[in-house]
Nanobody, 117 residues
Framework: QVQLVESGGGLVQPGGTLTLSCAAS????????MGWYRQAAGKERELAAT????????NYADSVKGRFTISRDNAKKKVTLEMNGLKPEDTAVYYC??????????WGQGTQVTVSS
């Protein structure tokens, strides 16, 4: 089992910066990929960014490329999403995700990000 706890959400003005963190616990050595997904009100959950175990490969949704940066610290059992140039359309609940080597999926409880003036 893997447990994921997000932090860092909040209210920010357009153009602002926010950093989300996800702390992993439990059978952390089983985690292969980690990432961030988001779900806006009335919409389906979508991928924002993912990162491989050693951080050599990252993947971003087109809508966040050049603005968001995902990073991973395996020693600290943490994955971070730095979000710059935030737009109102980035408003959503952001979920941390982990996939293990045997393709089990785990989710955090979510953290709200609101971009508004």
């Amino acid at each position: 089992q893997v447990q994921l706890v997000e932090s860092g959400g909040g209210l920010v003005q357009p153009g602002g910066t926010l950093t989300l963190s996800c702390a992993a616990s439990g059978f952390v050595s089983s985690i292969k990929h980690m990432g961030w997904y988001r779900q806006a009100a009335g919409k389906e959950r979508e991928l924002a960014a993912t990162i491989t175990r050693i951080g050599d490969i990252t993947n971003y949704a087109d809508s966040v490329k050049g603005r968001f940066t995902i990073s991973r610290d395996n020693a600290k059992k943490k994955v971070t999403l730095e979000m710059n140039g935030l737009k109102p359309e980035d408003t959503a609940v952001y979920y941390c995700h982990a996939m293990t080597y045997v393709y089990n999926n785990y989710w955090g409880q979510g953290t709200q990000v609101t971009v508004s003036s």
